[in-house]
């Protein structure tokens, strides 16, 4: 049973806009910092945004920067992803994650940039596509 759940993909033009969700259905999005990732054909996963999980602390890449913003709606316990001015560069499946753990074994609260893989809980994505 999957965890996280992402929707909100869909074709886009150059320049529009989509909001894509993560929503939780077992676990409690606030004890986790959550990750949005993309992943193009043959191309390595890439983070996209993180948000931390208690101070509301962001995330972006200089990719996303300025364009993506990332929420928390706690009491639906959902994360958002908005994202405008979208490039065709921004095409690929797009996954949120939760819960990376630490050397002592404890979920850490505030996100590193440099994990992509080591989260514990993934959706199955959502497309994105870019074009016009």
């Known amino acids: 049973q999957l965890q996280l759940v992402e929707s909100g993909g869909g074709l886009v033009q150059p320049g529009g806009s989509l909001r894509l969700s993560c929503a939780a259905s077992?676990?409690?999005?606030?004890?986790?910092?959550v990750g949005w990732f993309r992943q193009a054909p043959g191309k390595e996963r890439e983070a996209v945004s993180c948000i931390n999980a208690r101070d509301g602390g962001t995330y972006y890449p200089d990719s996303t920067k300025g364009r993506f913003t990332i929420s928390r709606d706690n009491a639906e316990n959902t994360v958002y992803l908005e994202m405008n001015n979208l490039k065709p560069e921004d095409t690929g499946i797009y996954y949120c994650?939760?819960?990376?753990?630490?050397?002592?074994?404890?979920?850490?609260?505030?996100?590193?940039?440099?994990?992509?893989?080591?989260?514990?809980?993934w959706g199955q994505g959502t497309q994105v596509t870019v074009s016009s």
């Open positions: 077992t676990i409690t999005l606030t004890n986790y910092a």
């Open positions: 994650a939760a819960g990376f753990r630490g050397y002592g074994g404890t979920y850490k609260l505030v996100c590193d940039p440099s994990l992509r893989y080591e989260y514990d809980y």
